[in-house]
């Protein structure tokens, strides 16, 4: 399974972009990117995924290279309600599905 | 629509005794089913997973095991209890479709005193 770093935590301002790196260097032609946030004391919610190119949603878009090593979650305009952590995975067909440490986003007023 | 169950909501237990948390899923079947520990508030740990009845994939070797009786029904189990098994326990299903999204529930609370 590819492995996923992402940095530990995230500082942001109400009303700024705020943009996720992911790394997964070993990922498979099969795999497909995925993120979610998470709340404390609940479970993860998925907000996006995608396999290539650019992807968005109501709730953000997702920048994937060329060479898919690495992946890009951007939030337009961030609340303090998206104070939460984001995880990244790389998974195949819903098998195995391995969460990192994720990233701890904060965002002050 | 799908529903994911778990129970109970909070759980504290003597070092040494039993667990039993229950995860039932409705709206689907033959799902793939999850089973994963979180400590400390960060890190989520696949402990076991399942993509049909009888059919569990362990992943990290611990004091703790995983049984799925029926389709939709994922039960973590554990004859004795440790320190270290405190945590939030969350079960999760997994829709494979347009998007392979997964779904979790409420989780459980276990602190193991």
């Known amino acids: 399974l590819a492995k996923t770093t992402q940095p530990i935590s995230m500082d942001s301002y109400e009303g700024q972009e705020v943009n996720i790196t992911c790394s997964h260097n070993?990922?498979?032609?099969?795999?497909?990117i995925t993120w979610y946030q998470q709340f404390p004391s609940q479970g993860p919610r998925f907000i996006i995924q995608g396999y290539k190119t650019k992807v968005t949603n109501e709730v953000a878009s997702l920048f994937i290279p060329a060479d898919r090593k690495s992946s890009t979650l951007s939030l337009p305009r961030v609340s303090l309600s998206d104070t939460a952590v984001y995880y990244c995975?790389?998974?195949?067909?819903?098998?195995?599905?391995?969460f990192g440490q994720g990233t701890e986003l904060s965002v002050k007023p | 629509s799908q529903t994911i169950h778990q129970w109970p909501a909070t759980l504290v237990q003597p070092v040494g005794s039993p667990l039993s948390l229950e995860c039932t899923v409705e709206g689907t079947s033959n799902p793939n089913l999850y089973w994963y520990r979180q400590a400390a508030g960060r890190g989520l740990q696949l402990l076991f997973y399942?993509?049909?009845?009888?059919?569990i994939s362990s992943e990290v070797p611990q004091n703790l095991s995983a049984s799925r009786p029926q389709d939709r029904q994922f039960i973590l189990s554990s004859k004795k209890l440790l320190l270290s098994d405190s945590g939030f326990y969350l079960c999760a299903w997994i829709s494979l479709g347009l998007y392979n999204e997964q779904f979790f529930g409420p989780g459980t609370r276990l602190t193991v005193l």
């Open positions: 995975l790389v998974e195949n067909q819903g098998g195995k599905l391995i």
């Open positions: 399942s993509v049909g009845i009888g059919q």
């Open positions: 070993n990922i498979a032609t099969n795999d497909y």
